[in-house]
Nanobody, 121 residues
Framework: QVQLVESGGGLVQPGGSLRLSCVVS????????MGWYRQALGKQREMVAI???????MYAPSVKGRFTVSRDNAKNTVYLQMKSLKPEDTAAYYC???????????????WGQGTQVTVSS
């Protein structure tokens, strides 16, 4: 019904930049908050950045000032611009969106399949 497809991950040197994109598609009536989470090997998944339907944003302290989350509602797409990347940013990055589907009165959370970001020299 609802699909989230991430792109933009890869290998980058410390201090470099990457931009992640996530397109939400399917039987969508509307979207609420959209955001990014990450999970490093052996660690729990953690929130990285969230953008609300009205544009308000929230960041994890470890990425504040380096990462910027944004959304294009017309394209049902959320972005994560990452700058000054550090080795500790290495993780699988997952897109999340709160979606109301056609014919439904409830909001449900959906996840993408993840995209790997590796920061290494």
């Amino acid at each position: 019904q609802v699909q989230l497809v991430e792109s933009g991950g890869g290998l980058v040197q410390p201090g470099g930049s990457l931009r992640l994109s996530c397109v939400v598609s399917g039987n969508i009536f509307g979207t609420g908050a959209m955001g990014w989470y990450r999970q490093a090997l052996g660690k729990q998944r953690e929130m990285v950045a969230i953008v609300g339907s009205g544009g308000s944003t929230m960041y994890a302290p470890s990425v504040k000032g380096r990462f910027t989350v944004s959304r294009d509602n017309a394209k049902n797409t959320v972005y994560l611009q990452m700058k000054s990347l550090k080795p500790e940013d290495t993780a699988a990055y997952y897109c999340n969106a709160v979606v109301r589907t056609q014919g439904s009165s409830s909001l449900d959370g959906y996840w993408g399949q993840g995209t790997q970001v590796t920061v290494s020299s």
